[in-house]
């Protein structure tokens, strides 16, 4: 590109380690709040230090000046071209017994409303919505990004139902991340705050077995959870609602039923301890040499 311009960007190691270097010639515009971050990876040309919205929005008023609104470009163009190039992966419906998460995203896509506010946990339940669940408006899709904040999904599937308290909520979650906030049962019921939490249940912690399994052949470490709890019978011991799913079909009705409660309903989903999300990128990787 000839000009990057990157707003609270802190240009990661998976952006720009490795292989990767910008062409000389391109111009850097980095625009972030806090000043240590400018700098610190790639060099900008141009540093602007303060609030995102506030410069976007001045910014914005003088491009409008300068410029008239296109319904195509280049680069739209270009970006329409690669999804056609690599579409998403594709999966195979091999054991009868477990569901598979791109399947369930995609029914979860069909019948929540266009503006349903989704959130995610951290790990591979995560993966799995970001790849698979299409987001249609700004702000209905609230994840943790990189940050690892294990727990972070249900607190602010409350906090969205807080604000928007007549769309349907709903937690994206792993059997282990959600269990570090578990008791937030307690809040949702107590202060009748109904959201819908959907369980990706493999009873490990699958982003890190997913990595032993890739790097350590299968030798694994400390990533096994066992078979407790039920989290049918957590749920109801705090008062909401608990339901296990075995089929497609139990699941979509779970759903349509779970949107319409005036209490939170946990949905746990069996899916199977060795499933793998793709693609995703090997440590000190970069996101141009993906696997899968």
Same mark, same amino acid.
């Given at each position: 590109?000839?000009?990057? *311009?990157?707003?609270?960007?802190?240009?990661?190691?998976?952006?720009?380690?490795? &292989?990767?270097?910008?062409?000389?010639?391109?111009?850097?515009?980095?625009?972030?709040?806090?000043?240590?971050?400018?700098?610190?990876?790639?060099?900008?040309?141009?540093?602007?230090?303060?609030?995102?919205?506030?410069?976007?929005?001045?910014?914005?008023?003088?491009?409008?000046?300068?410029?008239?609104?296109?319904?195509?470009?280049?680069?739209?163009?270009?970006?329409?071209?690669?999804?056609?190039?690599?579409?998403?992966?594709?999966? &195979?419906?091999?054991?009868?017994?477990?569901?598979?998460?791109?399947?369930?995203?995609?029914?979860?896509?069909?019948?929540?409303?266009?503006?349903?506010?989704?959130?995610?946990?951290?790990?591979?339940? !995560?993966?799995?919505?970001?790849?698979?669940?299409?987001?249609?408006?700004?702000?209905?899709?609230?994840?943790?990004?990189?940050?690892?904040?294990?727990? *972070?999904?249900f607190p602010a599937a409350l906090g969205a139902k807080v604000g928007k308290p007549d769309v349907p909520v709903v937690d994206i979650a792993?059997?282990?991340? *959600?269990?570090?906030? $578990?008791?937030?049962?307690?809040?949702?019921? $107590?202060?009748?705050?109904?959201?819908?939490?959907?369980?990706?249940?493999?009873?490990?912690?699958?982003?890190?077995?997913?990595?032993?399994?890739?790097?350590?052949?299968g030798r694994y470490s400390q990533v096994h959870l066992g078979s407790s709890p039920d989290f049918v019978k957590l749920a109801e011991a705090?008062?909401?609602?608990?339901?296990?799913? !075995?089929?497609?079909? &139990? *699941?979509?009705?779970?759903?349509?039923?779970?949107?319409?409660?005036?209490?939170?309903?946990?949905?746990?989903?069996?899916?199977?301890?060795?499933?793998?999300?793709?693609?995703?990128?090997?440590?000190?990787?970069?996101?141009?040499?993906?696997?899968g």
């Amino acid at each position: 590109a000839d000009i990057i *311009f990157a707003v609270g960007c802190r240009f990661s190691d998976r952006s720009i380690s490795g &292989e990767i270097n910008f062409n000389k010639k391109t111009r850097i515009i980095h625009l972030d709040i806090d000043a240590s971050e400018i700098g610190k990876n790639v060099d900008a040309t141009v540093a602007l230090l303060g609030d995102a919205k506030e410069a976007l929005t001045k910014i914005l008023e003088r491009v409008k000046e300068k410029s008239e609104p296109k319904k195509s470009s280049e680069w739209l163009e270009y970006v329409e071209k690669l999804k056609q190039i690599h579409p998403l992966p594709s999966y &195979e419906e091999t054991d009868e017994k477990y569901m598979k998460p791109p399947k369930l995203m995609k029914i979860l896509r069909e019948i929540l409303p266009k503006n349903a506010v989704v959130a995610t946990e951290v790990g591979q339940n !995560q993966m799995w919505a970001a790849i698979y669940f299409k987001t249609y408006f700004p702000r209905t899709f609230i994840t943790s990004g990189g940050l690892g904040t294990m727990g *972070f999904g249900f607190p602010a599937a409350l906090g969205a139902k807080v604000g928007k308290p007549d769309v349907p909520v709903v937690d994206i979650a792993g059997d282990g991340s *959600f269990i570090m906030n $578990e008791h937030e049962l307690a809040t949702s019921v $107590e202060e009748k705050i109904p959201v819908t939490v959907i369980i990706l249940d493999n009873r490990v912690l699958g982003m890190v077995a997913q990595w032993q399994r890739i790097i350590y052949r299968g030798r694994y470490s400390q990533v096994h959870l066992g078979s407790s709890p039920d989290f049918v019978k957590l749920a109801e011991a705090y008062g909401a609602i608990g339901v296990r799913v !075995q089929s497609y079909e &139990e *699941f979509r009705k779970a759903v349509k039923e779970a949107i319409k409660s005036d209490v939170t309903t946990v949905i746990d989903v069996p899916i199977h301890s060795e499933e793998d999300v793709q693609p995703i990128v090997l440590p000190k990787g970069v996101l141009s040499h993906s696997v899968g």
